[in-house]
């Protein structure tokens, strides 16, 4: 083992993780007087005037070379407008810059992309990014600390794309009401931070402004470089955005369980944002509406840990940052498989079943600083889940400490007629240098009408460099903790999980890998009444690689014990209590990502407590042009011999989804789902067009059929109509 760990140091040594560059890069803008068309073109004079910078620096795949295509970008900005223009050059022509489709917040590694990572108050800490791809997609986020991260926020700017056959160029045209600065009296010059980046994906390559390690990203803005002599105009009186939307519904419903009827429904309502100052925010929102927000994947769990779903709906999306103290796992395999998050807005508007409730009126609060953060939300919400009303509030405050250091408090209580259920958190996460971390969180719970209360907390401790990633966490969750407002995936535990991996590169490896990534990772669960272990897993990944076009060619080995106390029935099959123990092996491949034609298959097969189970896992994506995308992905289970009654029994989830879009801005969205274990099929389909910046058209029609609890088809139907404006005062 010692020699294995020499080896792997030697390999990785020439690529560790270093300090951010001093003294950093500096770039200033131009200042100019008309407005420019942001068309991708840059044939207007002041861009031949304006000042440029190169983005040298190669992060991957070999940190610290030169990167191996030219990237410009040039700054320009007037009174009313911050524009960025990237020049990329490229020799793949026009038609072979990747990007699998069109969708707004696509995924990073799938695409040709530059993007603008802004630090507006220059504490090194905290981005405002803007992105586009080579077809003028945009993707945006805020980051903060480059840990949490809202990937759903949605700037207000415009950007245009041209390709050739010899570069594409991305120009930018950024409102100042976007952006976030320090108040100025639009006389005083400021600096603020920033970097550049470029992702060229037929290489797989970044590049970047200002250098930062390959274990960070480019949102790392201790790394970043400055922005300096700008001098952007005073914020306006009124900042403020008014979104009114009309909604007309259809429906109807057939079922024993969910009743005949047949709906049709106007509604109106809409959602105000009032940037009070560059640190605050107030939003408004009155008769909220969700309708055109994605559907749920459906998903089969054969685990013991309840399925987390993420959260689609915007107005919860936004800030979710601030709100989101809590453990969830780092990725597949690096953090546990816990998750304790004292709030998560999905229990506001939905009820037991993931019906929609509907949401009278609420609003947010939001103010961020160098030094602290401070949110509030309050909901109310109509009859539903027994109740004539709800009222749903949660307060957030955290402290900034040291350079990257966090110190918080977080509170929720919801309220009905019949009790009130609160829960409080203390949090905290500290790094303690560039590559070791901790965070860790303790939380209670209280319901005035049983008299319940609870407890959970967890450790975590993060070590990552360029080659290796190492976590421990631990974690504790009383039987009685129930956060009324929050998620948690187990109760009644006391876990520790721990696990590393490495990333080995070097001439030795062939060619067509980038990257050699063995890792163990176990996880250990003891019963928090009893004492006594009820579930051990080790999983170990001793041949898996990253492959230079992005693919992954990996195998596995798995050990369990599972210890049952009560009965245990995942897709229906009944395990009774006892003890068992399996050993699983299972391989995983996967194709470039970013290709026209790209796919992935897990197969894994082995014991599952006292049978057998094999599994399959299969996605494939047909993307001949960005704007038609057909995906397909498949689960499929096979259990033998399996249970009290030693059943055999194999269950499909089948999903099928295709866009086709005429641009970015017009999109058909559709989604068909059939599960075997209920015979569930659904269909959803969307037309999505946004005419003119954050100003939608939705039509939307849905429909449902199932398997209820009695044996019957149960079936739901809707199509709704809805308009949204959005109106910048």
């Not at 429906?251 to 605050?280: L, R, Y």
């Not at 999905?346 to 409730?357: E, M, S």
């Not at 003890?579 to 796919?599: N, Q, V």
Request: aromatic content about 14%; overall charge neutral.
């Amino acid at each position: 083992m010692r020699y294995l760990f020499l080896f792997i140091t030697f390999c990785s040594f020439s690529q560790e993780v270093f300090s951010p560059i001093t003294p950093r890069k500096e770039f200033k803008p131009l200042k100019i007087e008309r407005t420019l068309k942001a068309d991708g073109y840059l044939d207007e004079s002041e861009w031949s005037n304006a000042p440029s910078t190169a983005l040298d620096f190669q992060v991957e795949p070999f940190q610290g070379n030169k990167a191996s295509f030219s990237s410009q970008v040039k700054m320009l900005y007037n009174q009313q407008f911050l524009y960025v223009a990237a020049i990329l050059k490229d020799t793949i022509g026009k038609n072979g810059y990747r990007a699998p489709n069109l969708k707004r917040d696509y995924q990073f590694v799938e695409n040709d992309l530059f993007g603008i990572a802004i630090d507006g108050f220059n504490d090194k800490r905290n981005a405002l990014v803007l992105q586009s791809n080579a077809y003028g997609a945009q993707r945006d986020l805020l980051a903060f600390d480059d840990r949490q991260f809202d990937i759903d926020w949605d700037g207000l700017y415009r950007v245009r794309t041209h390709r050739s056959d010899s570069s594409w160029v991305a120009e930018f045209a950024i409102p100042w009401q976007t952006l976030r600065y320090p108040k100025t009296d639009g006389t005083k010059a400021q600096d603020w931070g920033i970097n550049f980046f470029r992702v060229r994906r037929a290489s797989n390559e970044l590049a970047v402004w200002s250098p930062h390690p390959r274990s960070m990203s480019p949102l790392r803005m201790e790394y970043a470089g400055k922005l300096n002599g700008i001098i952007p105009p005073p914020p306006t009186a009124t900042n403020i955005r008014f979104i009114p939307y009309l909604l007309q519904v259809s429906g109807n419903s057939q079922g024993t369980e969910i009743g005949n009827s047949i709906t049709d429904q106007f509604k109106a309502g809409g959602e105000i944002k009032w940037v009070v100052s560059p640190t605050s925010v107030v939003d408004f929102t009155f008769n909220t509406d969700f309708a055109q927000a994605d559907v749920d994947l459906q998903v089969n769990n054969i685990s013991r840990f309840s399925v987390f779903f993420p959260e689609r709906r915007q107005f919860f999306l936004e800030n979710a940052s601030l709100f989101s103290s809590g453990l969830a796992p780092v990725n597949e395999v690096i953090g546990g498989s816990m998750y304790i998050q004292p709030f998560f807005s999905r229990t506001i508007g939905l009820d037991a079943n993931v019906n929609p409730i509907a949401i009278t009126a609420g609003s947010r609060f939001v103010y961020r600083s160098e030094k602290r953060n401070l949110g509030g939300i309050f909901m109310r919400q109509g009859e539903g889940d027994g109740d004539p009303y709800a009222n749903f509030f949660v307060g957030r405050y955290s402290e900034n400490f040291g350079k990257q250091n966090r110190i918080g408090i977080l509170a929720t209580s919801k309220s009905s007629p019949t009790s009130v259920q609160s829960t409080g958190a203390v949090d905290a996460f500290i790094r303690f240098n560039d590559k070791f971390s901790f965070n860790g969180m303790g939380t209670i719970t209280q319901d005035s009408q049983s008299g319940d209360q609870g407890l959970a907390e967890y450790t975590q401790f993060l070590y990552n460099t360029n080659f290796l990633s190492a976590y421990w966490t631990q974690t504790l969750v009383s039987k009685n903790y129930n956060p009324a407002m929050g998620f948690v995936s187990r109760r009644d535990i006391l876990s520790n999980s721990q696990g590393f991996e490495f990333n080995v590169r070097g001439n030795w490896l062939p060619s067509f890998i980038r990257n050699w990534g063995p890792g163990i990772y176990t996880e250990v669960y003891h019963s928090l009444t009893t004492g006594k272990i009820i579930e051990q897993r080790a999983l170990s990944g001793p041949l898996w690689f990253e492959l230079q076009n992005g693919g992954i060619l990996g195998g596995y080995v798995e050990a369990s014990v599972q210890n049952l106390e009560d009965t245990f029935s995942p897709v229906g099959i009944d395990i009774k209590p006892g003890s068992y123990s399996y050993f699983r092996k299972g391989f995983f491949l996967a194709s470039d990502p970013s290709a026209k034609y790209s796919g992935s298959t897990e197969y894994g097969w082995g014991g599952f407590f006292n049978g057998t189970l094999q599994n399959v896992n299969t996605k494939f994506r047909l993307a001949p042009i960005p704007h038609v995308n057909l995906g397909l992905s498949w689960n499929w289970n096979k259990f033998e011999n399996m249970g009290a009654a030693r059943e055999t029994k194999e269950v499909n989830l089948l999903i099928l989804e295709t866009r086709l879009a005429i641009n970015p801005r017009l999109q058909l969205i559709g989604f068909y789902q059939k599960n075997s274990t209920d015979n569930l099929n659904s269909y959803n389909v969307r037309l999505s067009w946004e005419y003119q910046p954050l100003s939608y058209v939705y039509l939307v029609f849905n429909s449902l059929n199932y398997q209820g609890t009695d044996s019957t088809q149960q079936k739901q139907q809707s199509f709704l109509a809805k308009l949204s404006y959005l109106k910048q005062f």
